[in-house]
């Protein structure tokens, strides 16, 4: 027998149907000769035309058989299909294993409008239930066609399947929906998972619903997970209970329609059903197509403050409402529940502290807008007179108060320094505090590294000049630093901030987290993360750093770092050296001739 599949357009393997319209139409069943879609475990039994002994010298009688015989015979997994009828709508019943509660009103009488006009595009898929019919798939068509249209009958594809097979093909169709809530996606991956693995004798006695199966399982397979990527031996049981599911479960998560890890649906999926144990918020959460987020804050709302739940207008098909003014908005206009977000869900509960935060917003969002605008007066500041004539960086050698005559008054956007602590280097402190009251400029930041030993005489050398702002913590964790004679570890140091005239810039957090202190290049060298975080809060793009005591230069690679301009000095030439080479390493990375030196900046 010759194979009708030969020719090059044939989309059917049995018939030949080249029509993809006839045979992409329902699921990619064949509608010509109803040969359905082969999934890839499924045993088929080959074709006539494949078949060993079937050629074009075959007796008549056999020729005729073998041309009857189009439909495959399937072995596994997928139903035959009997025929496509014309069944009474009202003979058919929903199907019990229809997870999906919500239908909408609305879209059910659009969906009607349009099979009044074009007909039932895709049959529905039912099975035979004694005298009457059970759906399988298409539960949407079948209720617009029964409420909202004329029409009595329906064109339905009947099958023989029994219960399991039914449950699946429900499951499989209702993962296939792009409009899936969050609680209902949720409810169909249960579905799909409890429906693969329910014939399994010993997954079927973890619980009494799927929910309860799939959730023990899952836990217990995630436990022994943890425990080998911690390199611990899991308990036996649950060793054997990876062993003996992993595969599958990853295998139907994989399968999705949207890929899934079953770790992450186990830790932040699973969770959300026993959260909405309140079958109204389910319901709503539903019905107004809400993710997860909305949904818990609903949840929320009712348990904390049922009265205001209660104020959530009601319409139809459970579709909510909400007063603008109950979500930060002015006015009783009302805005969808699905269009607010989480937050401001939960604010209807307590509508003070919604206020105070959006309060909070606004003058975050006003502080970001300034940083924005200094940012950009800056750039601008720097574009037109560049106070380091081009250059990125600028390294002095000498003594501090002479080394700096250079500096031109008032040019100097911020000082950040980690002088020495030693009682010897006290009176340094005093001509820092001159030398910053010349250079800054009006409103500059001076934020002084120093040691607890000495903090009064600091705090007094310090303020000769300058204003007192504030002292941050500087945390350095890791091993402490033991004082003598003062029975201390210390993990952090004090960043003195002072202020040149009056203070006009934003709020800042006082805890700065150095990575580790870094002494390869200096004794006392800070780590360049700690630096960092100093330079950023205090400081925008193009601003000019001044680093009296640079010493190996970890401040001036923080400022490059985060395009800023560094002047350093220091009275040590060998020091100035190694700043250079580092500098140069971070403003010029490709020039640097030594790759272990680049890495080590």
């Known amino acids: 027998m010759t194979n009708p599949a030969k020719h090059p357009d044939a989309l059917c393997p049995y018939c030949g149907n080249n029509d993809p319209v006839k045979f992409t139409r329902h699921d990619g069943d064949c509608m010509v000769c109803d040969a359905p879609k082969v999934q890839p475990d499924e045993y088929v039994v080959p074709p006539p035309w494949e078949e060993e002994g079937s050629g074009e010298n075959e007796n008549a009688e056999a020729k005729h058989k073998n041309e009857r015989l189009r439909e495959p015979v399937i072995q596994k997994a997928k139903p035959a299909i009997e025929k496509i009828r014309l069944l009474p709508v009202n003979s058919i019943d929903p199907s019990p294993y229809?997870?999906?509660?919500?239908?909408?009103?609305?879209?059910?009488?659009?969906?009607?409008?349009?099979?009044?006009?074009?007909?039932?595009?895709?049959?529905?898929?039912?099975?035979?239930?004694?005298?009457?019919?059970?759906?399988?798939?298409?539960?949407?068509?079948?209720?617009?066609?029964?409420?909202?249209?004329?029409?009595?009958?329906?064109?339905?594809?009947?099958?023989?399947a029994d219960d399991l097979q039914s449950r699946r093909m429900c499951a499989a169709e209702n993962m296939q929906r792009d409009d899936l809530?969050?609680?209902?996606?949720?409810?169909?991956?249960?579905?799909?998972?409890?429906?693969?693995?329910?014939?399994?004798?010993?997954?079927?006695?973890?619980?009494?619903?799927?929910?309860?199966?799939?959730?023990?399982?899952?836990?217990?397979?995630?436990?022994?997970?943890?425990?080998?990527?911690?390199?611990?031996?899991?308990?036996?049981?649950?060793?054997?209970?990876?062993?003996?599911?992993?595969?599958?479960?990853?295998?139907?998560?994989?399968?999705?329609?949207?890929?899934?890890?079953?770790?992450?649906?186990?830790?932040?999926?699973?969770?959300?059903?026993?959260?909405?144990?309140?079958?109204?918020?389910?319901?709503?959460?539903?019905?107004?197509?809400?993710?997860?987020?909305?949904?818990k804050a609903l949840a929320k709302l009712k348990k904390k403050a049922p009265s205001r739940y209660a104020k959530l207008k009601r319409e139809e098909e459970d579709k909510v409402t909400v007063k603008a003014k109950l979500v930060g908005g002015e006015g009783n206009d009302s805005v969808p529940l699905r269009e607010c977000s989480a937050n401001e869900i939960e604010d209807i509960a307590d509508p003070d502290a919604a206020w105070l935060r959006r309060a909070k917003n606004i003058k975050k969002g006003r502080a970001e807008e300034r940083w924005e605008q200094r940012t950009q007066d800056m750039a601008a500041a720097v574009a037109a007179a560049h106070p380091l004539?081009?250059?990125?960086?600028?390294?002095?050698?000498?003594?501090?108060?002479?080394?700096?005559?250079?500096?031109?008054?008032?040019?100097?956007?911020?000082?950040?320094?980690?002088?020495?602590?030693?009682?010897?280097?006290?009176?340094?402190?005093?001509?820092?505090?001159?030398?910053?009251?010349?250079?800054?400029?009006?409103?500059?930041?001076?934020?002084?590294?120093?040691?607890?030993?000495?903090?009064?005489?600091?705090?007094?050398?310090?303020?000769t000049k300058l204003t007192y702002q504030w002292t941050l913590n500087y945390y350095t964790p890791g091993e402490s630093t033991q004082v003598f004679g003062r029975h201390i570890k210390s993990n952090w140091k004090p960043v003195i901030w002072l202020i040149k005239?009056?203070?006009?810039?934003?709020?800042?957090?006082?805890?700065?987290?150095?990575?580790?202190?870094?002494?390869?290049?200096?004794?006392?060298?800070?780590?360049?993360?700690?630096?960092?975080?100093?330079?950023?809060?205090?400081?925008?793009?193009?601003?000019?750093?001044?680093?009296?005591?640079?010493?190996?230069?970890?401040?001036?690679?923080?400022?490059?770092?985060?395009?800023?301009?560094?002047?350093?000095?220091?009275?040590?030439?060998?020091?100035?050296?190694?700043?250079?080479?580092?500098?140069?390493?971070?403003?010029?990375?490709?020039?640097?001739?030594?790759?272990?030196?680049?890495?080590?900046?």
């Open 389 to 463: 004539e081009g250059k990125g960086y600028k390294l002095i050698e000498g003594d501090l108060l002479k080394a700096c005559k250079s500096i031109v008054d008032e040019s100097v956007d911020a000082i950040i320094t980690d002088p020495p602590y030693p009682v010897e280097y006290l009176p340094l402190y005093e001509s820092l505090s001159t030398l910053a009251d010349r250079v800054l400029k009006p409103g500059g930041h001076c934020l002084v590294m120093v040691g607890q030993s000495h903090l009064p005489k600091l705090y007094q050398l310090l303020t």
């Open 181 to 295: 809530s969050a609680v209902e996606e949720v409810h169909a991956i249960v579905e799909m998972v409890d429906a693969e693995l329910i014939e399994d004798f010993e997954y079927g006695g973890m619980g009494e619903t799927p929910v309860e199966r799939v959730g023990k399982l899952l836990k217990q397979m995630a436990s022994a997970s943890n425990s080998r990527s911690r390199g611990s031996t899991p308990r036996q049981d649950g060793k054997q209970l990876l062993n003996n599911f992993v595969q599958q479960v990853e295998r139907i998560f994989a399968n999705l329609p949207k890929p899934k890890k079953w770790h992450a649906f186990c830790n932040h999926d699973l969770p959300l059903l026993s959260q909405l144990e309140d079958e109204e918020v389910k319901g709503i959460a539903t019905a107004n197509k809400l993710n997860k987020a909305q949904a």
């Open 501 to 601: 005239g009056q203070l006009d810039w934003e709020h800042v957090d006082d805890t700065v987290r150095s990575d580790m202190n870094d002494k390869r290049f200096h004794e006392w060298g800070q780590s360049v993360g700690g630096m960092a975080q100093i330079i950023k809060r205090f400081t925008v793009k193009k601003s000019l750093i001044l680093d009296p005591f640079c010493g190996a230069g970890t401040t001036g690679v923080a400022a490059i770092s985060l395009d800023r301009l560094f002047v350093g000095v220091d009275i040590d030439g060998e020091r100035i050296a190694q700043s250079a080479e580092r500098l140069q390493a971070v403003s010029n990375p490709k020039k640097a001739t030594h790759g272990n030196k680049a890495s080590q900046v």
């Open 98 to 160: 229809q997870q999906r509660q919500y239908f909408g009103k609305t879209a059910l009488q659009e969906l009607g409008r349009s099979i009044e006009r074009e007909g039932l595009l895709q049959p529905i898929v039912v099975r035979k239930k004694e005298s009457r019919y059970e759906l399988i798939a298409g539960e949407r068509r079948w209720r617009a066609v029964k409420h909202h249209t004329s029409h009595e009958n329906i064109i339905a594809r009947v099958i023989a």
